[in-house]
Structure formats: C-alpha cells, structure tokens
T-cell receptor
Framework: DTGVSQNPRHKITKRGQNVTFRCDPI?????LYWYRQTLGQGPEFLTY????????KSRLLSDRFSAERPKGSFSTLEIQRTEQGDSAMYLC??????????FGPGTRLTVL | AQKVTQAQTEISVVEKEDVTLDCVYE???????LFWYKQPPSGELVFLIR??????QNEISGRYSWNFQKSTSSFNFTITASQVVDSAVYFC??????????????FGKGTKLSVKP
C-alpha cells in the first residue's frame, strides 16, 4: 500500500519535553499539509509545503512548532517544550496538483 | 472569512433508514471546492467526494448522494438504506483552491452518525 504514513501512531510525553513526528506522503505528491484535530472538532490547518518550500503557516503554529520537508519527500513536525494544550491528533495529508488530499492515520499526542 | 457549519452534532438511525447530513458554508471566493470526508473509529480520514463551485449537478455513488445548492450555500450528503458500517464521523470541508493556490481545507466540526442494527 502506498498511502500516506505517519510515525509514531501514538506518543505520550511529559510537559516540557520535545517531540517529533514524521509523515511520508504518497510518493508522487508534491504538496504536503499538516493539520491538528482535537476531540470533537474538525481538523485545523497548521502548515503547507510545496515540494521542500513551506509556503503557509497558520496562526495556530506557535514558535514552539517547526516543520520541515528537507528533500521534498517526507516531512517532520517538531513541538518544543510541549504543553498539555498540545494534546491532539496530528494529521498529515498529501496531494498532487488540484486533486483531493489523502490523509494519513495520524499521530495521537498525549502530554501529561 | 471562510467557514463550514455542520449543525447536526450527532445523528442516530436504525439500519436501512435514509439519513441526510447537512453542511452550510461561507466564502467570498467565486471559485472553490467542497468535500466530504468520513472518519471511522479507526481515525483515518477517508475522502468521499469533491465538487467545484461551477458544478451544481447532484451526484450519486451507490448509496451515497450529494446535493449542492449554491443559492443556499449548502452541500448536503444523503446515505440511503444506511448500514452499521456507515457509523462514523462525517466532515464537510471547503477549499479555496483553484489553479495554484494553497488549497488547505477548512473543516466543519463534523456529524457523528450512529447506525444501529
């Protein structure tokens, strides 16, 4: 299966620790998106890459968050000094051109 | 500003009933896309349909049908003869993409559908 994959699927961390998530998009997709979903809500846009260029960041992406897509393939999302409010499902999606976005299974983050 | 409203938080039906999930959107753009995604208990969002703002034709795919009405800014989703496997959270989403823009999705809060046997 060549869908979008995300690792890890679950992450439990203590407040103040740094965490990093990885997303591997569908191989021919040049666009990659990160979203955050909290319980009972729809996904909210965080940031967007076209190839290796980060072209848009949401106001939700505070200074503690950083995302990279160094070679235009996989992407990482790092959260520094995690807070309990960061607990959420982090979703990655990819697409090619004007087509629909395909989502990965998500990484569920729990900050204790 | 763009916004998607799914007024129905939860719906419960008995198997074989028809059910309609409502979606109302707001946008100032004249060109945009509308989507429906399904999120089963496993958590992964599954793409169901995409419509562009120029195409108001209704669409049917098996037991699923979609009614897009620009005049009321609505994009409703109907499941005919519902089945237990249809139980999931359904999200309506809006994208301003046309041509080369970013295309990030604006989601509603979702409607949780429970289909009981």
């Amino acid at each position: 299966d060549t869908g979008v994959s995300q690792n890890p699927r679950h992450k439990i961390t203590k407040r103040g620790q740094n965490v990093t998530f990885r997303c591997d998009p569908i191989s021919e997709h040049n666009r990659l998106y990160w979203y955050r979903q909290t319980l009972g809500q729809g996904p909210e846009f965080l940031t967007y890459f076209q190839n290796e260029a980060q072209l848009e960041k949401s106001r939700l992406l505070s200074d503690r968050f950083s995302a990279e897509r160094p070679k235009g393939s996989f992407s990482t999302l790092e959260i520094q000094r995690t807070e309990q409010g960061d607990s959420a499902m982090y979703l990655c999606a990819s697409k090619e051109g004007g087509n629909e976005q395909f989502f990965g299974p998500g990484t569920r983050l729990t900050v204790l | 500003a763009q916004k998607v409203t799914q007024a129905q938080t939860e719906i419960s039906v008995v198997e074989k009933e028809d059910v309609t999930l409502d979606c109302v959107y707001e946008t100032r753009d004249t060109t945009y896309y509308l989507f429906w995604y399904k999120q089963p208990p496993s958590g992964e969002l599954v793409f169901l349909i995409r419509r562009n703002s120029f195409d108001e034709q209704n669409e049917i795919s098996g037991r699923y049908s979609w009614n897009f009405q620009k005049s009321t800014s609505s994009f409703n989703f109907t499941i005919t003869a519902s089945q237990v496997v249809d139980s999931a959270v359904y999200f309506c989403a809006l994208s301003d993409e046309y041509g080369g823009s970013q295309g990030n999705l604006i989601f509603g809060k979702g409607t949780k559908l429970s289909v009981k046997p």
